[in-house]
């Protein structure tokens, strides 16, 4: 927190940062910030761009390309929110990525993994049950052909699998270790992949240089998933204190997300609601122990299936005030979720520091009309508090001179 900053941006990088003068470029902007806080674009490690904005039974339903139009108007909302990145956790992203890179729609940047890969039966097997039995080489469901999710159920369909989304343009891979709340026919207990199936999806990730994240939830899962080489897991709600330790030892990436309450999710019923309470009593325990054993830590929000819960998108960074601070709330959710885009390596679709303000580092700054530092709850209201927001070197939203 310094003033009488002078920063300026070129092109889509921060050029230069000086507490002295900068004669501005012929043909620049000026923007008095008014002594405002300006900071990095927030970053979500767990999003779900194509799932977001529309119920389950719609997704399930509806015409694709009413899908993909819902998903254009949620991404706009997205980075009025002040989420300038997202890392995109299981969706047919990949043309909606290209559309905001290009230009002809408005959105954050997003790190793709395409289809999460699954088994049947597991979390994202979302078949009819008359679509069983399927036998090998048999018809792709209607998740499988809208790039949602894949069925893998051995270690040659993983990496055929694997393959397929990093063809596509995935940045990383996720496989599915176990069950899931949104998959009501699965438990959290429950096991999909082996160890050597897993292992083969990590092995085709790592031949193209990049990583594996893993779905999991309970110890044995997450033990299974980093003995298969994996180098992030999401969730990890039911962890123990010894798998703690194991992350922490071997610098295992944990990308969780503050479930507090019920409000945090869509009304769920049955198994998929026994489910989201198990993940609500265990986030006290996950976020605890690691603080606790220092495991690295990136947010994410993991909403889903409602245009009216994205809205909290930034309320759920504030749930973190339980067990951080302010300040390290903030540096979760853009520079520490910055290293583990970095992770992608040259499968970065963004090459360039993100989630930091310095010279050379990506141009992704918010202005804001406070100071989140001493009040977090700044962040839960985007429209009020966020008076500026560029991507990309670009200004999306600039309410500056109304505030003069």
């Known amino acids: 927190m310094r003033g009488g900053i002078n920063l300026l941006v070129e092109g889509n990088r921060i050029k230069r940062i000086t507490g002295g003068e900068i004669t501005p470029p012929e043909g620049a902007r000026v923007i008095d910030c008014g002594g405002r806080v300006v900071m990095p674009g927030l970053i979500d490690a767990h999003w779900h761009t194509i799932f977001a904005a529309l119920p389950l039974n719609a997704l399930l339903s509806a015409e694709i390309g009413y899908v993909f139009l819902a998903a254009s108007a949620q991404a706009e909302r997205t980075l009025m929110r002040g989420f300038t990145t997202v890392r995109d956790l299981g969706g047919p992203s990949f043309a909606l990525k290209q559309a905001i890179d290009e230009g002809l729609v408005t959105g954050p940047r997003i790190f793709p993994s395409g289809a999460m890969i699954t088994t049947t039966g597991g979390h994202g097997d979302m078949r009819p049950l008359s679509d069983l039995p399927r036998s090998p080489g048999g018809p792709l469901s209607y ?231 001493n009040d977090i709850n700044l962040v839960a209201k985007p429209d009020q508090n966020f008076v500026l927001i560029m991507k990309d070197g670009k200004i999306y939203k600039d309410n500056l001179l109304l505030l003069r």
């Open 143 to 373: 998740t499988e052909l809208t790039g949602s999710a894949y069925i893998a159920d051995s270690a040659d369909e993983v990496r055929l699998r694997v393959r397929e989304q990093l063809v596509l343009g995935a940045s990383q891979i996720k496989l599915v270790g176990g069950g899931g709340v949104a998959s009501w026919r699965t438990t959290l207990d429950m096991f999909t992949f082996s160890e050597p199936e897993l292992r083969a999806g990590v092995e085709a990730a790592a031949d193209r240089n990049t990583y594996v994240t893993v779905h999991a939830y309970p110890p044995v899962q997450i033990q299974r998933a980093i003995n298969a080489g994996s180098q992030c897991i999401e969730h990890g709600h039911l962890i123990d204190e010894n798998t703690a330790v194991l992350m922490a030892q071997k610098q295992i990436w944990l990308s969780t997300q503050p479930f507090v309450s019920e409000d945090d999710a869509p009304p769920l019923v049955g198994q998929s609601r026994a489910n989201l309470l198990q993940v609500i009593a265990g986030t006290n325990t996950v976020y605890t122990l690691a603080k606790k054993h220092q495991v690295k830590t990136a947010f994410g929000t993991d909403l889903l299936f409602s245009r009216e819960l994205t809205e909290r998108q930034g309320l759920a960074l504030t749930h973190l005030s339980r067990w951080y601070s302010n300040i390290d709330i903030l540096k979760m959710a853009t520079s520490v979720n910055g290293q583990l885009l970095a992770m992608s390596g040259p499968r970065n679709p963004y090459p360039g520091k993100l989630g930091i303000i310095e010279e050379d580092a990506l141009a992704d700054l918010l202005v804001v009309n406070g100071n989140p530092i």
